[in-house]
Nanobody
Framework: QVQLVESGGGLVQPGGSLRLSCAASGFTFSTYFMNWYRQAPGKERELVAVIPDIGSSTYYTDSGKGRFTISRDNSKNTVYLQMNSLKPDDTAVYYC?????????WGQGTQVTVSS
């Protein structure tokens, strides 16, 4: 069955860095767009970054532009989100998402807390 398993979240001080990973299985990873979303307490889930199935182009919303980097390793069926210069406003549950046409898969999320 389809699985997306996020890891790498935790507690970090403002200005620190974290690298999130999302390991995928049960579908042809290399043919899917991969996305990172986040949801802060009391807020709607929001898109953070997108990486297409092939090619090097990536997309970031204002939430992550300039500080976050999305990447993927199709040989490992894994997508990453490198987060630098973290701020308390980045505190949220971060979700991995795989999308192709009408197929839409989600992970369970990993908590990121930015606090001193």
């Amino acid at each position: 069955q389809v699985q997306l398993v996020e890891s790498g979240g935790g507690l970090v001080q403002p200005g620190g860095s974290l690298r999130l990973s999302c390991a995928a299985s049960g579908f042809t990873f290399s043919t899917y767009f991969m996305n990172w979303y986040r949801q802060a307490p009391g807020k709607e889930r929001e898109l953070v970054a997108v990486i297409p199935d092939i090619g090097s182009s990536t997309y970031y919303t204002d939430s992550g532009k300039g500080r976050f980097t999305i990447s993927r390793d199709n040989s490992k069926n894994t997508v990453y989100l490198q987060m630098n210069s973290l701020k308390p406003d980045d505190t949220a549950v971060y979700y991995c998402n795989a999308r192709r046409g009408t197929s839409d898969y989600w992970g369970q999320g990993t908590q990121v807390t930015v606090s001193s």
